[in-house]
């Protein structure tokens, strides 16, 4: 193999495994280790400015950074990357808005119009804001959030937790037109903005139109997000006793849960496919078992069975998940007689659907065979060159924190459209290695392993919070079992830089690995290297990291993989060609050169 | 220093055929200097222990003194184990190997403690051909008082302080050949594609198997005028032979070319397979053995590999025809007969 290039600034941005899994690229382990610190301001900052919204997120992100906790290979759960994020919120200052950037008095002459009040609009407000931006949203809520608004329920997203972070970025001076749903694009654009966001989400709910009885049953069977918003808005106070949840993702886990809450005695949740294969998150799925929902797994909708005009029951046909070489999965009906569930009222949650009734096909915007805007690769540019698109509405759904990553995105198009410049030519993030050692043994960062497992977190009482839909569930953790958490993070940022001239081939890094990440070996393809190693390097989207030839002819190679970065190699290294350094990756965002 | 050292290991890494991870085979954490050889023999040792399965509470491992001697300390933490007096690492072997024959014993000493204080204790443990692996961590300097030079340090060899050493040496391979140690060899703690494979034919030897492993001291002893210094032993080392080790129940796969390729079997039916680059030359052969070295010392090479291998050698159990039961497991009734078994001992040199 060629010797890795630690300079190209993906290498160790890779390494940081949640960083690197998290769409807006979080630094994690720095925040981490700013609450072990109990400087929750700090850690609080370091989130806004990367995610905008860490109070929500530390609730009800979609957490793709912890499958990807290193911490997870090593022991079996990964840390609670998610709950300590909601720490550092929860204890944050009063008035952290003093942190914040300045919003300049004197404007840069630029209007921006942002359509829909959700977190990818939110995001791009928050980064042009600052640079002497004047921004207009418009949606048609009654306030900001979006879909964190209408569609997350309020026990797992407190309304006082949203209107705090979505208060902080209106009162950074956006012009707001609530109550205002946008019906024509063309009228937007007749207003001369300078750019136009569209951050719509995917506002429709997937329907099952052609299933017998749908139309009958009409009156007692919703979609999955209208209902909820419904609720929310307190057009809906109570539900039937026996419901039936359709859909298996998360949509469907909140309507469930929302359910139960409402009035409903009797709520299970029928998905066609597997158990295994929902896509809604495990957490919360978990959620809603143990809040006594049962999952009905491999049950196909057949009809809705409506009798003297209500809505009495389903029919269900049952089948199994079969597999063929490729792992393409078909759903064979078992032959079984048609299953019957009783029920007041179905939720359907099936699935979104991105929808622009009110742009015009001659306004010039292209949309694709799907629906979807045509957008210019990475720069969020619609077929119009002033009209961006980000969130769900770009790509369709995903979650919060993609829609996040989309706004700053966005927002940097934006600014280098506005000031004239190529899109192309984007800002990179800003990267930084810095040595670590404070002495033979002692280290800028906290390098003993801690043993302990995850924390649980408390929840609310059952029978309480059932009652009152507003109750938040998770109490989130304290700050002494936040502190405990915050010990199991591995600080993966604090790379072991090696400098092959420096090494004397001793072997004492090797030996003095817990994990034998190390060896000195000839070199190799890596498919080869790979099964040469002193331990077993099987998974291949962990890099190895390969030195320039030794004196010795052989060649340095680290298996990323599972290595705890605890810095042993490096205090046994004689010659220092073991290095630790904490390695820091800043998104770039609007503004930045 | 180190002073901690998680308790993660790779979920990867498999068992060995007992049934033992290589975990169970560590010790506690080193307090040696930072890139120390002793360090990287010992890893050596307990990976050599892993593969050959050697369950960890069937090993004993004793020592005597000085950095080296620390090493019990940091291996093994499940075998039994004995950090001695200076010098008497021996005598403890003998003496515990006289009360149990069914362990590993493992003797771990350095140059110092070998060659200079405990010359009597090793010459003897060498002549009664006592059934242990005897490492001998050579760094060729005193690095717990500071690094005044050795017995074993070369004349001329230049350390940190920078005066050369003006004595001879003590080649401890060339005095074990003569003294009738069983197995020779001499390796670098640098090399562990060459130390594990010879530790584990030691093991498997029977009577004494004496292994020299240059062990570089990085704090007193690892200048450019050293002959112990891992650069200094990189450039002038030249290997004997290239050798595998084939424990008794593997099946033996590979092919060499015939009249390079040595063959001893040992007592437990192991194989120790010898490619060499010189055919004439045979590991079994103690005369021979001691012309190589001397050979290479003349040219300013190190040779290393297996010197020297008696598979006929006999043990001092088998010399002193001792009781194939150990001692440590007869009760009363087999160490004391009674009257008339007395009496008929008694009767038979009447």
């Known amino acids: ?593 | 220093m180190t002073f901690f050292r998680p308790s993660f290991r790779h979920p990867d890494l498999p068992p060995n055929e007992s049934g033992y991870y290589l975990k169970d085979y560590e010790g506690g954490i080193s307090t040696l200097c930072a890139g120390c050889g002793h360090d990287s023999t010992n890893a050596a040792i307990i990976q050599a222990c892993f593969e050959l399965s050697i369950p960890p509470h069937k090993i004993a491992k004793i020592s005597g003194i000085g950095c080296s001697s620390k090493s019990p300390a940091y291996l093994l933490g499940k075998a039994h184990g004995f950090n001695s007096v200076h010098g008497r690492m021996p005598s403890i072997v003998t003496g515990a190997n006289m009360a149990n024959r069914d362990l590993l014993y493992l003797g771990i000493s350095g140059d110092g403690d070998t060659a200079s204080i405990g010359m009597g204790q090793f010459a003897h443990a060498v002549r009664r051909n006592l059934n242990m692996v005897y490492i001998m961590m050579n760094n060729g300097c005193y690095g717990l008082t500071k690094g005044q030079y050795s017995a074993t340090a070369d004349k001329g060899s230049v350390g940190k302080k920078g005066d050369p050493n003006l004595l001879e040496s003590i080649d401890l391979c060339e005095i074990a050949i003569q003294l009738g140690a069983g197995f020779v060899g001499r390796s670098f703690s640098g090399d562990k594609r060459q130390l594990v494979p010879m530790l584990k034919a030691a093991m498997s030897h029977t009577g004494m198997a004496f292994i020299d492993v240059i062990s570089p001291c990085v704090t007193f002893n690892n200048t450019p005028g050293s002959t112990k210094s891992y650069h200094w032993v990189r450039e002038h080392s030249e290997a004997t032979n290239t050798f595998d080790y084939v424990p008794f129940k593997q099946e033996i796969t590979t092919d060499y070319e015939d009249g390079v390729t040595e063959s001893v079997v040992l007592h437990d039916s192991s194989v120790i397979h010898l490619h060499k680059t010189d055919s004439s030359i045979h590991v079994t052969d103690r005369r021979q053995a001691v012309d190589a070295l001397e050979e290479h010392k003349k040219k300013g090479l190190i040779l290393t590999g297996v010197l020297y291998i008696d598979p006929d050698s006999e043990d001092t159990h088998h010399i002193l025809n001792t009781s194939q039961q150990p001692l440590n497991t007869l009760g009363e009734k087999d160490l004391c007969p009674g009257n008339e078994a007395l009496q008929s001992i008694n009767e038979s040199c009447r």
Not at chain 1, 230 to 251: A, M, P
Not at chain 1, 322 to 333: A, E, F, I, N, S
Not at chain 1, 475 to 491: A, K, S
Not at chain 1, 501 to 512: F, G, L, M
Request: with cysteine; net charge negative; proline share 6%.
């Open chain 1, 1 to 593: 193999m060629k010797p890795t290039n630690i300079k190209d600034i993906e290498y160790f941005h890779k390494v940081i495994d949640c960083q690197y899994a998290c769409p807006a690229h979080t630094p994690v382990p720095e925040y981490i280790r700013l609450i072990r610190e109990h400087r929750y301001d700090e850690a609080y900052m370091i989130n806004w400015v990367s995610n905008v919204f860490p109070g929500i997120l530390g609730r009800v992100c979609d957490r793709p950074c912890e499958p990807a906790c290193r911490r997870s290979r090593v022991e079996d759960d990964p840390v609670a990357i998610c709950r300590l994020k909601r720490v550092a919120a929860d204890n944050r200052k009063e008035n952290i808005e003093a942190y914040f950037p300045p919003i300049p008095e004197q404007k840069n002459g630029k209007k921006i119009a942002l359509i829909g009040g959700g977190p990818a609009s939110l995001t791009v407000a928050r980064d042009l804001l600052p640079l002497g931006y004047e921004v207009d949203l418009y949606d048609e809520q009654s306030t900001g959030g979006g879909f964190m608004r209408s569609q997350v329920p309020a026990f797992r997203l407190p309304e006082r937790v949203l209107k705090e972070e979505v208060g902080y970025i209106l009162d950074m001076g956006v012009t707001t037109h609530f109550n205002h749903y946008v019906t024509s694009m063309r009228d937007m654009l007749a207003k001369d903005y300078d750019a136009l966001f569209v951050g719509t989400g995917a506002p429709k709910g997937r329907d099952l139109p052609d299933l017998p009885g749908r139309q009958e049953g009409d009156a007692s069977i919703h979609l999955g997000i209208d209902w909820l918003a419904s609720v929310v808005f307190r057009h809906i106070e109570s539900i039937g006793k026996k419901v039936l949840v359709l859909g298996g993702g998360n949509t469907a886990m909140d309507c469930c849960r929302t359910a139960r809450r409402l009035g409903g005695e009797d709520v299970r949740i029928v998905v066609r496919s597997p158990k295994a294969e929902m896509k809604a998150s495990p957490w919360e799925i978990e959620d809603a078992e143990r809040e006594d929902i049962p999952i009905y797994e491999n049950h196909v909708p057949g009809d809705f069975v409506v009798e003297q005009g209500k809505l009495v029951g389903m029919h269900f046909e049952k089948v199994e998940a079969r597999y063929d070489d490729q792992g393409k999965r078909t759903l064979v009906p078992t032959g079984e007689p048609h299953v019957f569930m009783e029920c007041d009222e179905v939720l359907v949650a099936v699935g979104q659907l991105n929808s622009f009734p009110w742009i015009e096909e001659d306004v010039g915007i292209e949309f694709d065979a799907w629906g979807l805007p045509v957008l210019k690769d990475d720069t969020f540019q619609s077929s119009l060159e002033h009209v961006f698109f980000g969130g769900d509405a770009a790509f369709g759904p995903k979650n919060i924190i993609t829609a996040v990553a989309h706004g700053h995105e966005a927002a940097i198009s934006i600014d280098l459209f506005c000031r004239g410049e190529s899109l192309a030519v984007r800002p990179l993030p800003k990267v930084h290695l810095e040595g670590q050692k404070m002495g033979v043994h002692d280290w800028l960062y906290h390098n003993q392993i801690d043993d302990e497992h995850r924390q649980s977190v408390p929840v609310l009482d059952k029978a309480k919070s059932l009652k009152d839909r507003l109750l938040e569930v998770e109490l989130g953790f304290g700050q002494v079992v936040g502190h405990t958490e915050t010990l199991r993070c591995l600080n993966c940022d604090v790379q072991t830089v090696f400098r092959v001239e420096e090494c004397i081939e001793c072997d004492a890094c090797v030996d003095a690995c817990p994990e034998r990440c190390i060896n000195f070996i000839d070199n190799a393809t890596e498919e080869e290297l790979r099964t040469r190693l002193n331990a077993p390097a099987k998974e291949l989207d962990q890099d190895l990291y390969v030195s320039d030839v030794l004196p010795t002819g052989r060649v340095m190679v680290k298996d990323e993989n599972v290595c705890l970065h605890c810095g042993i190699c490096a205090e046994r290294c004689p010659t220092s060609a073991w290095e630790m350094q904490k390695y820091t990756y800043k998104i770039p965002l609007a503004g930045h050169q």
